[in-house]
């Protein structure tokens, strides 16, 4: 009777401190998330980019600008974070720069991919997209598809390293020779406007971008790109955080979506050249790109 006494109490106590064990762990958590947002407030965040016009980028007297960057800055303000820097940084180079904690989210209009949905949290997309081509003044190759690069092998375009532009003109059969491929958008651009190519591949609102102020360049127009099941493929894009700082995404994201989806955020698109075609529609959900 005695031993069976002994081993019922040290049941008992082996489930005290499980239990203990898991409070202790989820008081950490919720704290260490709470602390997280508490920090921030008092010392600001530091987001990282890669200097892509219209979504973030330095203008000329060194302060940030883009419709990424204004989106964040409004919705952490109202979290009661009130400074946010900017560090630039090639765009292959900006999820290891997350993870090594050089800064603490990304707000560069980077594309929700399922790979990259193992590396990062993402919020609910903010945008979408789909490709565009940007051409010298006149289009003098009269490019107006990746089917018309893939059939005149003469054509050279510029495409960013790791850009989905790039890949989707791979994937359109455009061949690796015709391709050169720059670390950022500006030296795609400046390999254009000097003749070393004959279009820059980029989203259709950076096309734009650049056209709009540039009067040497234009957008082709039409032009098609990567086409799935014989239509335009649509790309989405969104803010991206530490898998450990899931619950500033949250914090974040809930924010976020208040003002995507108000005339709010069009006002914000407008001052960078976009519209209310750039808005994803509010069924569009982050676990289902994830998974595309």
Known sequence: ??????????????????????????????SFAG???????????TLGFSNEPPFAFKQADGSLAGSDYDLAKLAFNR?????IEGTVVAFGSLIPGLQAKRFDFIATGLYILPARCL?????EPNFTVQEGLLVRKGNPKQIHSLDDIVK????KVGGNISGQPTQ????AGVKDSQITRFPDIPSNVASLKAGRIDGALLISVTARWNAKNDPTLEVAEPYTGLLIDGKPKQDYGAFAFRKEDSELRDAFNAEMLKIVHSSEYVEILK?????????PAADVKLDTLCKQ
Do not use: C, W
């Open 1 to 30: 009777m005695a031993t069976h006494s002994r081993q019922m109490r040290k049941h008992m106590l082996r489930t005290l401190h499980i239990f203990l064990a898991l409070a202790f762990l989820t008081f950490s958590s919720s």
């Open 35 to 45: 602390a997280r947002l508490d920090d921030a407030k008092k010392s600001g965040l």
């Open 79 to 83: 979290l009661g974070v009130e400074r």
């Open 119 to 123: 590396q990062v949290l993402f919020t």
């Open 152 to 155: 005149h092998e003469d054509i």
């Open 168 to 171: 989707n003109a791979v994937k």
């Open 271 to 279: 001052k960078y050249g976009m519209t209310q075609n750039e808005v």
